[in-house]
């Protein structure tokens, strides 16, 4: 089972195992970031269309640059946020994912996603992406709540987290941008999901010795 009030201050052996993620669903894999995920990081960074879509302005960095900055925070992840790759089944890399602004005080924790092969948009693979990631987010950490933002007139990516179990919670205005706030607890996603309290402890306790990949 995981333990409540995890020390993020130093890095146990048990938490490098537990971070150290590979969770296959039907249509995608998410996996740890890699050096040879850089070259598609930075072309979906300096894309305006998903610039806009992620409330940010293109990338404007060297490549160069980029790729020391990038490779830095492969080799070296901070401890409040942790950041995924997302490939399809066939070992393609289609996006990203994240968690971040950890508050395991707190119990809870932001998602963040972005596909950025358009050639994968609006066939699922962004909610199959959300759903898996909330599932290794409650089944391998003690979360309580899991939450996000996501402007206001991306109906498209609020319907999808909606599929996921998020649920509307108010407007707020953040960097001069107007953006949903949406939540999902954890007995939300337990009760979505059928897991229940003998269910829960089991997962916990696979998740602990097999990667935490979600049944």
């Not at 960074?45 to 302005?57: G, H, I, K, N, V």
């Not at 830095?72 to 994240?98: A, F, Q, W, Y």
């Not at 998020?166 to 999901?193: A, P, Q």
Request: charge should be negative; glycine fraction near 8%; aromatic fraction near 12%.
């Amino acid at each position: 089972m995981f333990k409540k009030g995890f020390p993020w201050s130093r890095r146990s052996a048990e938490t490098a195992e537990r971070d150290n993620v590979n969770v296959a669903g039907e249509r995608v894999v998410l996996r740890e970031k890699a050096i040879s995920d850089i070259e598609d990081d930075y072309g979906w960074r300096t894309d305006p269309e998903l610039a806009e879509l992620d409330a940010t302005r293109p990338l404007n960095m060297s490549y160069e640059d980029f790729y020391r900055y990038s490779r830095d925070e492969i080799n070296l992840p901070g401890m409040r946020s942790k950041r995924l790759s997302v490939d399809d089944t066939d070992g393609k890399h289609i996006g990203n994912c994240m968690f971040y602004d950890i508050d395991m005080r707190a119990g809870e924790a932001e998602l963040g996603i972005m596909i950025g092969d358009k050639d994968y948009w609006s066939q699922g693979f962004g909610t199959e992406t959300v759903d898996l990631l909330l599932d290794h987010m409650f089944l391998a950490y003690s979360f309580k709540r899991v939450y996000l933002h996501t402007l206001t007139w991306n109906h498209r990516a609020q319907k999808s987290f909606r599929k996921s179990g998020f649920r509307d919670v108010k407007e707020v205005r953040r960097g001069g941008l107007n953006f949903l706030y949406m939540e999902v607890w954890r007995h939300e996603w337990e009760r979505m999901r059928g897991v229940g309290a003998e269910d829960q402890t089991s997962n916990d306790i696979s998740s602990s010795e097999n990667s935490n990949s979600p049944s």
